[in-house]
């Protein structure tokens, strides 16, 4: 079975604290992806990053890294020196192909970055 | 580029009542799919379509049909509201399989049903 969790449903930071959004997947497949969603309070849906399961290396972009290993499959994602611009929910998604081209969705992460 | 457009953007039906969401993308995208997302939740998918004239059901099919006659469009339809459906629908579209692409989402249409 294909499944992606985000325990944390709801994680509440200070500015300029770094904060790691936690996701943990499950698969039977050797060939797969792995993406990240941004959903603001204005509710459209931004696509943050891809990651396919033959590439372990660490990505980092601006004030967002990755990390994914797959020893314990999770994509965990860190917001250093977070900002109230980034307050939003934040989706993991699990991609493969034995699961007829469709993405599987975790709950979600609420971040709440106060002032 | 448009990206992925859906109208409208809010609407209000009575229980019973019918009505089409629309959605078309302007990528050529070959892929395309429906979700609803209900408060406080992750997303669901309706169905999805793989191709101008091919669709197929997702995880929360009943309620709802679609259709795919052109690449562009992908339109969803309730045929007889009823209360559960309130939700937000994304429509969304990825090029080949989406393996090596992300899922483009429109900014969703909020629907309640009353």
């Known amino acids: 079975a294909q499944k992606v969790t985000q325990a944390q449903t709801e994680i509440s930071v200070v500015e300029k604290e770094d904060v790691t959004l936690d996701c943990v997947y499950e698969t039977r497949d050797t060939t797969y992806y792995l993406f990240w969603y941004k959903q603001p309070p204005s509710g459209e849906l931004v696509f943050l990053i891809r990651r396919n399961s033959f590439d372990e290396q660490n990505e980092i972009s601006g004030r967002y890294s990755w990390n994914f290993q797959k020893s314990t499959s999770s994509f965990n994602f860190t917001i250093t020196a977070s900002q109230v611009v980034d307050s939003a929910v934040y989706f993991c998604?699990?991609?493969?192909?034995?699961?007829?081209?469709?993405?599987?969705w975790g709950l979600g992460t609420s971040l709440a970055v106060n002032p | 580029n448009a990206g992925v457009t859906q109208t409208p953007k809010f609407r209000i039906l009575k229980i019973g009542q019918s009505m089409t969401l629309q959605c078309t993308q302007d990528?050529?995208?070959?892929?395309m799919y429906w979700y609803r997302q209900d408060p406080g939740m992750g997303l669901k998918l309706i169905y999805y379509s793989v191709g101008a004239g091919i669709t197929d059901k997702g995880e929360v099919p009943n309620g709802y049909n679609v259709s795919r006659s052109t690449t562009e469009d992908f339109p969803l339809r309730l045929e007889l509201a009823a209360p559960s459906q309130t939700s937000v629908y994304f429509c969304?579209?990825?090029?080949?399989?989406?393996?090596?692409?992300?899922?483009?989402f429109g900014d969703g249409t909020r629907l309640s049903i009353l």
């Open positions: 969304a579209s990825s090029f080949l399989t989406g393996r090596n692409q992300p899922q483009h």
């Open positions: 990528m050529n995208h070959n892929y």
């Open positions: 998604a699990l991609f493969n192909a034995g699961n007829n081209r469709k993405l599987i």
